[in-house]
């Protein structure tokens, strides 16, 4: 079954930490992304109905209702089985959330990153600890109980007793699906680019060493899996049941389809994706160009093993898997790194903390 994927890529302030293609732009614009958004969708030819629809951002909690409604009136198969918006917390009303639900959404995703006003003060966030805390008791009375929490392992002045007050209010808030992200240092984020630089801004000096990083992703493991929710993939944890529908069908390379700005695209044998930048997919639009970049052909083999491998579940194999790569199985299974039950590969806790090197194996095989 297949998916869609919304962008919207607008913010009322840019994350220090950020590196997606989103941030603030003029106003104006974002209307005409609407119209631009709009009759992309139109124009798509439905080869299925899809299961699931996610919109990210960006902030996309922020975006006019009446665009919402618009958006999802042009997408077929509602009911969906699973409809994601990722919000901001603090931006969550009765009447909004009342009407996300009226319209088709059943998932809140909320960018929380730390339940520590000092960290959330250095990265840019302006929500607290008890704002996230009404805003859930918010969507369970509003019937949306399906909730996820973002957290980022990593954050300027984070320490150990900080990274275990964040996941103290997981365990007392019981969100049924946490993402826990190890901070991302590249030139595509302010508080990267300054890492990497050498500079001290966006608290750049106070970022916690690599190991210490490492430390408290093992930690949230262990906590998060004492609160029963257990991972079921790197950075995604859940009770059974509440894994998220839409994100494994990347993992599991299902077809999916996106939308607006930067959005990617698979239908099993070709990628895509859209033009990255707002005003490159509005002027695009605008004059009745194509929005969408050059297609690649999938490389089933390999991104069987690169995606795959992210999930607890693994791999199932077969013997051309093993012609073609057994060399590198057997390697990592003897340094600790997979694990094999059957035919089927996983990663060990060990493979996880390195999975990045470990994937690398298959994309250059």
């Known amino acids: 079954m297949s998916g869609v994927y919304i ?5 009322a302030q840019k994350c220090t930490f950020c590196n997606f293609a989103s941030g603030v732009q003029p106003k104006g614009l974002e209307a005409e992304y609407a119209e631009a958004l709009v009759r992309e969708i139109e124009a798509h030819e439905w080869r299925w109905a899809p299961e699931t629809v996610y919109f990210g951002g960006g902030t996309p909690s922020a975006m006019p209702v009446e665009i919402l409604e618009r958006i999802l ?33 059943n998932r809140i995703s909320l960018g929380v990153q730390s339940f520590v006003k000092a960290e959330l003060a250095r990265t840019g966030r302006r929500h607290d600890a008890t704002v996230v805390e009404k805003e859930i008791e918010l969507l369970r009375a509003a019937g949306i109980p399906n909730i996820n929490v973002d957290l980022i392992a990593g954050l300027p002045g ?42 001290v801004r966006y608290g750049a000096s106070d970022v916690p060493a690599d190991d210490a990083v490492a430390g408290f992703y093992e930690i949230a493991v262990a906590e998060l ?15 059974p049941g ?7 069908k990347y993992w599991r390379r299902e077809p999916y389809i996106g ?33 969408r970049t050059e297609s690649t052909e999938a490389q089933p083999d390999e ?15 077969d013997p051309a898997d093993w012609q073609r790569f057994g060399a590198a199985f057997e390697r990592l299974i ?32």
Request: hydrophobic fraction near 40%.
């Open 7 to 11: 962008s919207w890529p607008f913010c």
């Open 73 to 105: 009136s042009r997408i077929p198969g509602a009911p969906w089985r699973e409809a994601t918006i990722e919000a901001a917390p603090g931006g969550l009303f009765p009447e909004r959330v009342a009407a996300w639900k009226s319209a088709g959404i």
């Open 158 to 199: 984070q320490t150990e007793a900080s990274w275990r007050e964040s996941l103290a209010w997981i365990e007392k808030l019981r969100p049924p699906h946490v993402s826990v992200y190890m901070l991302e240092v590249d030139e595509d984020s302010r508080l990267g680019a300054e890492l990497l630089n050498g500079g």
């Open 225 to 239: 899996s004492r609160a029963g929710i257990e991972r079921y993939e790197i950075s995604n944890f859940a009770v």
């Open 242 to 248: 509440a894994e998220s529908a839409h994100n494994l």
């Open 259 to 291: 939308f607006g700005a930067d959005a990617h695209s698979f239908d099993s044998e070709l990628r895509w994706q859209n033009v990255e930048t707002v005003g490159e997919y509005v002027n695009q639009a605008r004059v009745g160009r194509n929005v």
């Open 303 to 317: 991104e069987r093993f690169f995606v795959g491998l992210r999930l607890t579940e693994g791999v199932e194999t």
């Open 334 to 365: 003897a340094l600790g790194m997979m694990e094999q039950t059957g035919a089927r590969l996983r990663l060990t806790p060990r493979g996880v903390m390195v999975s990045n090197e470990i994937f690398q194996e298959f994309i250059a095989a």
